[in-house]
């Protein structure tokens, strides 16, 4: 049957029980990444978009490449059959689905939720012994105070995560032992609400990858690729890198064996469907880099899984990186030009293909992407200074 690609990009909101209370500015970047599905969707599929896209968009796609999936909203349901895939389960998807009269078979939810909780990821961790020391629970004002307390001494930056969250939301960032008034005002609301959080030392990144598994319902774990990771300061998610050279680069074979190993658990707690775990290269206290296997467990799609997607575009000897842009500008107009000009600034031998509109609904948009291809090995400087 064919698929509706449903994006409740904002899962880790309803994991924690506020999918309800969204700021504008949230549901606004969700709808502007209902296009990404292009990505994966096929000619059969749908992709569920609350907004329409401008005209011209499908007709870029085909001419990359890609299949020409129908976008449709609320009033083209009811004429068709699908079954529901969504971005992540969560109780809310569940009914979204239900109130469309979806066909879907889901993971049992209670499983998709310990296995997204940054909680269950610390705690393997430190079964195996692969995390970063001084890494702690917060429940409380007391539990932020010891663990602050019990940071190595050679830890002045610390960051301060929320138990469910992605791309660098749902975090805050701290300097030495004491909180900012913002910081506290952060962590008092989440005290409030009962929500666990992790504290871990900020350490030097060197790179990033995203392991992409499949786990059966039966539970067997299929590595389905690797891709390399771009994220800002901040740890937000800028970018996927998806090549043949990154599925080669040894550096990440230890994180993909403790990864397997965490896949395999999260099979046995009943979950199946997507899982991406986000692996780092960093500098230890003393300057020698090591390896963090389980940075981030996301038992969900992820943008580097649809970024796999794009690697049947790719030419022989090609290398390949999805962005994902801020484009300033009030109008359809500038976010237009920001994209020509960004598309002029590149070296000629680059193929660039934009994949997200520039309007959805009556809103130029603000979050758009773009594919780069080309026979430079090295597209992490191209993009250095984007």
Known sequence: MARLFYGNFNVEYELAGRGGSLA???????????????????????IYAPEPFDDEWPELLKAAGFAAATVMGDTELGIHRFDLCVWGWSS????????????????????????????????????????????AVVRS???????????PAS???WVLKAEF?????????GHGRDLSESARNWVQRRFRRNESMVLEPWVERIA????????????????????????????????????AAVQTDGRWAT?????????ERIGQLGYFGPLGIDAVEYRDADGRPRIRPLQDVNARFTMGRLALGFRKLLRPGEAGLWLHQRWPGGDEGTTRRNFERYCAALPASFRAVRTSPFRIGDRPVQHGTVLLMGHDRDLTDVVANR
């Open 24 to 46: 504008a500015a949230v549901r606004r970047l969700s709808s502007e990444l209902a296009p990404v599905w292009a990505a994966i969707a096929e000619e059969t599929d749908a």
């Open 155 to 157: 830890c002045e930056r």
């Open 92 to 135: 809310n998807a569940v009914e979204w689905g239900i109130q469309r009269n979806l066909a879907f078979h889901h993971p049992p939810l209670e499983a998709v939720r310990t296995a997204n909780s940054r909680v269950f990821s610390l705690d393997l961790e430190r079964e195996w012994d692969v995390g970063l020391p001084g890494s």
């Open 255 to 263: 994180a993909i064996a403790v990864a397997t190993r965490a896949a």
């Open 165 to 173: 969250g992605m791309s660098g939301r749902e975090r805050i960032r």
């Open 208 to 243: 990033e990858a995203g392991l992409q598994f499949t786990i059966s319902e039966s539970g067997m774990v299929e590595l389905e690729g690797v891709t390399g990771l771009l994220v800002d300061e901040s740890g937000a998610y800028r970018g996927s890198r998806f090549d």
């Open 141 to 151: 004002s007391d539990d932020l105070r010891a663990a602050l307390d019990r940071l």
